[in-house]
């Protein structure tokens, strides 16, 4: 099994960087490290990992400040040649607000913090991100949300796009915030980068109550072997 | 010099669900001839430019950049010249 290395960005406002970081090294035993969010070097990371929080305060929208990070460029650059990048809740807000995914996460339709389990469905299972699911978990598997921007939208086009590229990762069973055709995580078009809402790094240990997280950074680890 | 307001505001097609709270209390308040309420940023700033023409040029280029997402808001702008005194 090849050791992978994760490199996890850390912005001014991240707090579920180590989180994270504690699943990668101490559960599946990777080589991880953090990138501050002004470095200019990915560190020969294998997999770059946007972790959830507020980063920046969520000034202005979320994501919208941290995509100008001086990291961002390197990220871009990274994903262009096709680089694993990986955007969990803040994390996927900053790669929409980059144009690294298609579409935008807008106040949720009750206004309100949602933080709650929510049920998901994968919908594409071979994905570098889904291709080691256990089979018991794909037609239903539990993970926290915690947000109160992630309801999915973009046009139809990119809709219709997502669709028929099979870009659509997971959905909600039961829509919680209003996101279009119930989307809860997609990739890009080339299948290296992914963005979602729910945490899957919060929920790796039974003792938290759920290991069904480690199906999506187990199959990210396999997708190297 | 110049200063601008700038108007951001979530685009027509996207449903504004705190527009759509805020109307639902107006309402409740007895205005019932009030519809289609949105909720937008306004944003004040001062460039230190030539003239008008380059003004308008960097805050298209500064709106489309950051201060607004073209995927889910519209953004416009009023350019005034300062006077100095």
């Known amino acids: ?225 | 010099m110049y200063s601008a307001k700038v108007k951001v505001t979530l685009r027509k097609s996207i449903l504004d669900p705190q527009g759509k709270a805020v109307e639902t209390s107006i309402r409740s308040l007895g205005y019932d001839k009030v519809t289609d309420t949105r909720i937008g940023k306004y944003i004040e700033l001062t460039l230190d430019v030539e003239s008008e023409q380059e003004a308008r040029r960097v805050m298209d280029e500064i709106c489309s950049k950051l201060l607004a997402n073209p995927v889910m808001e519209d953004y416009e702008f009023e350019i005034t010249e300062i006077k100095s005194s």
């Open chain 1, 1 to 225: 099994m090849k050791t992978v290395r994760f490199g996890v960005v850390v912005f001014p406002g991240s707090n579920c960087d180590h989180d994270v970081y504690y699943v990668l090294k101490t559960l599946l035993k990777q080589d991880v490290r953090f990138l501050w969010h002004k470095q200019t070097s990915l560190e020969d990371c294998d997999v770059i990992i946007l972790p959830g929080g507020f980063s920046y305060g969520d000034y202005l929208r979320c994501g919208a400040i941290a995509r100008f990070s001086p990291i961002m460029k390197e990220v871009a650059g990274f994903a262009a040649r096709g680089g694993i990048v990986m955007g969990i809740c803040n994390g996927f807000q900053i790669l929409c607000e980059s144009g690294l995914l298609p579409g935008a996460l807008i106040r949720n339709r009750s206004l309100r913090f949602i933080c709650k389990n929510v049920s998901l469905k994968v919908e594409n299972k071979k994905s570098i991100f889904t291709n080691s699911f256990v089979k018991a978990d794909i037609n239903q598997f539990k993970l926290p949300i915690a947000h109160a921007e992630g309801n999915y939208i973009c046009d139809e086009n990119t809709l219709s796009e997502l669709e028929s590229n099979k870009q659509i990762l997971f959905r909600y069973i039961d829509n919680p915030n209003g996101s279009l055709a119930d989307i809860a995580g997609i990739i890009n078009k080339e299948g290296n980068v992914m963005g979602m809402m729910p945490h899957p790094e919060r929920a790796c240990e039974k003792l938290l109550g759920s290991e069904q997280g480690l199906n999506i950074f187990r199959s990210i680890t396999e997708s190297f072997n």
